[in-house]
């Protein structure tokens, strides 16, 4: 799974399309037509017309480039991103040179690439558009033509002001970069996991339904498979004084007999035939973790009614993401036992536990109170000694549970400074599940009342 997830993970500049950035430009172009008639017009203000005309027409030039070469479904590069947001700071940089410099207000615009390569693009390509705007805004507070009215009055704020505006820009891109660039790496971490832990319910539902069909196959075939046993062992009775025939008959019973095994086998994995939708307690819990039984770590089991809990069976949904869910976490148990892993079960009118614990060295106290953010394994590698991909796995464990109406908690078996107890002792890593009982108070109903007919398994 976390083989997956690496695959999901990739630069999110290839999800950027060219045709985003040139709508964003031709919005910015509007903008500074709009921007140069309003000064020109409405406050009188001297500006080289023509140089600014021929800056906005630069980037005019380049858009219509951009729409009549590529198609409009292009995904950019992070090369190519980078290369427009540069070319949009630098234009920007040119009007804001012809039109006064910092003493123009609208110099606050060049905050807004550098928005967009932190929400894109990666630190790398980030910093370099950070550093490239800084370095233009500090050259543009020094060197700038002035701004002034058509009588010669130059519109100058005060040195002061004007520095303050320079510090407020530099701040404003290192902050965007930083605030912005942080916020976009954990929306893409979670939009990942999310897809990763879709995938991992769907391979599991795939599994459950293939094991219906072949469990539907098993039942309806059970009685054509017991006739054809039966009738060729009566052959094999009145066949006695003619070998050959009776050795076909031998045959057909043998085959016969395969091919009830096979399908035996083949529903071994589950089955979604109704009479499993709805399974006891012990029974799902078992299943969860019976792939992770024969690695050389031994899982023992331990179910507890409390007390005022009559003698029937009790019954849970067995449902995709609880089987798979409860699996990668006695898979974690097991990577990290030294040797034994417990999973205890209880329940009583109000509530059903499933306490996982192992005899390994536990977590790492410093992150156990983020464990089960996606990908937190890829970033911190102290999470448990050794292990460097259980972020993803945990997280999947977690969210899919709670998809079921559970709730999570981890812990350690020792407390903080302790010795860590040897081998066969109860002082690792300790996941706790819990369901409300009133959760699969439809499951215990419907496992008592009459199943109905089977329904055809959707594709």
Request: with cysteine.
């Amino acid at each position: 799974m976390n083989e997956t997830a690496y695959q999901l993970h990739g630069p999110r500049s290839n999800w950027v399309r060219l045709r985003t950035l040139i709508v964003l430009r031709w919005i910015a172009i509007f903008g500074q037509l709009a921007a140069i008639t309003v000064a020109l017009r409405l406050f009188d203000l001297d500006l080289n017309v023509g140089l600014c005309f021929m800056v906005i027409g630069i980037s005019i030039l380049a858009n219509l480039i951009a729409v009549f070469i590529y198609p409009e479904n292009k995904r950019l590069s992070e090369a190519e991103v980078g290369g427009m947001l540069i070319f949009d700071i630098l234009q920007l940089a040119c009007l804001i040179f012809l039109t006064g410099g910092l003493s123009n207000p609208f110099a606050l615009l060049i905050l807004a690439p550098v928005a967009i390569s932190a929400m894109a693009l990666n630190t790398q390509t980030t910093t370099g558009v950070a550093a490239f705007s800084i370095a233009l805004v500090v050259v543009l507070a020094f060197f700038h033509m002035p701004l002034q009215t058509v009588e010669g009055v130059v519109m100058q704020i005060p040195d002061v002001f004007e520095f303050g505006f320079l510090v407020a820009i530099i701040i404003g891109v290192i902050f965007l970069s930083v605030y912005a660039g942080r916020v976009a790496d954990e929306l893409n971490a979670m939009s990942e996991a999310l897809t990763a832990t879709q995938m991992a319910l769907a391979r599991e539902q795939k599994l459950t339904d293939l094991g219906g069909v072949v469990a539907a196959a098993a039942h309806e075939l059970g009685t054509p498979l017991a006739t054809i046993k039966l009738a060729s062992a009566e052959l094999i009775e009145e066949l006695h004084a003619q070998p050959q025939l009776r050795d076909d008959a031998e045959l057909i019973r043998d085959q016969a007999n395969r091919c009830r095994d096979i399908l035996t086998s083949m529903g071994q994995a589950g089955n979604d035939d109704l009479h499993v939708r709805h399974a006891p307690i012990e029974a799902v819990i078992q299943e969860a973790a019976e792939p992770h039984g024969n690695r050389g770590k031994a899982l023992h089991f331990d179910f507890k009614k409390s007390a005022n809990q009559d003698a029937r069976q009790h019954f849970m949904e067995r449902r995709p993401e609880i089987i798979h869910g409860l699996r990668n976490l006695v898979q974690n148990a097991v990577d990290f036992a030294r040797a034994n892993v417990w999973v205890d079960v209880f329940w009583d009118d109000d509530f059903i536990v499933v306490r996982i614990t192992d005899d390994g060295h536990g977590y790492s106290t410093n992150v156990i109170n983020r464990i089960g953010d996606p990908f937190m394994g890829r970033r911190r590698r102290d999470t448990r000694p050794g292990y460097e991909g259980m972020g993803l796995g945990l997280f999947i464990a977690k969210t899919l549970l709670e998809r079921s109406g559970a709730e999570l908690s981890f812990a350690n078996g020792h407390e903080t400074g302790e010795r860590n107890p040897g081998i066969g002792e109860r002082g690792g890593a300790i996941v706790e599940t819990r369901w409300q009982r009133k959760t699969f108070a439809a499951a215990d109903d419907a496992a008592r009342s009459a199943l109905g007919k089977n329904k055809p398994i959707e594709a």
